[in-house]
C-alpha cells in the first residue's frame, strides 16, 4: 500500500528533471542542424567557377584559318570551349569560329585570320566578348 501512496504522489524532482533535460537537448538538436548548413562562401563559390562569357583581345595572326581562331587552353576551360567560339565585336558583329586550343598564348587574347576581320571592319587589338558556341 505505501507503494502504491508513492507511485501516486507527484514527485517534483521527476516533473523537473524531464523538461529541464528537453531544453539542452532542444538546444543540442540546434547545434547539430546548424552545423549541417555550409557557410556562404562554400555556396557561392560554386557559381564563380563557371564563366559564360569574358572580354579580352582580339588579335590578327596570319597563320590562323578563315574560319578558326587560336585560344588557349586555360581560358578555353574556364569557358567550356570545346569545339566552337562565338566572337562579339562592339555588341553588334558575331562571328563564329572553329577553336583551336593550343598551350602558347596568352589567357586575355585570341588570335583570328586578318583577312577576314579587315572584311568586316574590325580592327587589330580590338575588345571583344568570346562565349562558347557549342
Known sequence: MVEQEEMLKPSSDTSSTPSATGKQEEKTDIKKLLAVIPPPAVVFAKEKKSLKEKRIR???DPSVGKDEAK???TLASELNIKNYLEVTVAGK???RFKAVVL???PNDVVYVNPEVMKLQGVADRSICTIRSAD
Open 71 to 73: 585560344i588557349s587552353k
Open 103 to 105: 598551350e602558347g598564348p
Open 93 to 95: 558583329k558575331r562571328f
Open 58 to 60: 582580339l588579335q590578327y
